[in-house]
C-alpha cells in the first residue's frame, strides 16, 4: 500500500476536517463537534449575519483562538513535503475545506481555499474595496465596521446558505478536470462539495482514493480505492513520506 508520487504528473488533493482533529480543531459535525455546543448551522447561517451578525462573531471570533493555538500535524507536514517534493513538470493542488491555514502554516504553497480562511475579515458589502486581511481579534463584544463603507465587517469564510467563491471554485474544478491522481482525506466522500468534485476526477481518467476515519457511508462509485484510518498516520505512509 503505498502510491508511487513520482508516476503523476497532475495531483489534486481535497482535504477535509479530519486533517484538522490531530491539530485539536474539532469537527463541525459528529462526536466531539462544535455542533454539539452550538446550533452551527443558525448562528453560522448568511442570515444570521443580516440580522444578528454578533451571533455570527460570537461563533467565529470564538473559533479564532483555538485555531492561532492550533498546529499542523503530521497530515499536514506530510502534504507540504511532498509537493516540495515535486519535480517541475508535476502540478499539485491541495483543495481544502478547512478554514484554519494549516496547510499553508506547514509550508502547502499551492492550496485552494473553497470555504475561505477564518483568520481573515473581510467586507459584507461586495461593492466594497476594503481588502481582506489578516485578523486575530475575536469581536465577540462588538461588532466591527467597515472603515471605508460602514458595513458590517465578516469572518472571509463561506456562511451555511452562501454559494462557493467562484474563483476558488473554478480553480479546483479545472484542475479536477485534468488530474491523473485524485486524492480525498479526512472530508465525507458523498457530501458535497467532496462529492461533486470527487464525480470530476474519474471523468479525467484520474486514479482516485478516499482516506478517512470512517467508510463512506454510501459507497461513491467515484473512488476507486478506499483507505481507513487518521490521516496524520496514514497519509505519510500511503505516500512515501514518513
Ligand atoms: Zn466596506
Redesign the pocket.
Known sequence: MQIDIAAYKRIVVLTGAGVSVASSLRPYRGPGGVWEEHDVARLGHADALIERPRDTWDLFGGMREHVLAARPNAAHVALARWEASLRSEQEFLLITQNVDGLHQQAGSRNVCEIHGNIMYTR?S?FD?T?ERFRDTAAHQDHVPT?T??G?TLRPDIVLFGEELPVRPSWVARRALSDCDLFLAIGTSGTVAPASNFAREAPHAGARTIYLDLEPMQERSPAFQEEYLGRAEELLPRLIGLD
Open positions: 467586507c458589502n466594497c476594503l467597515c471605508l463603507c458595513q
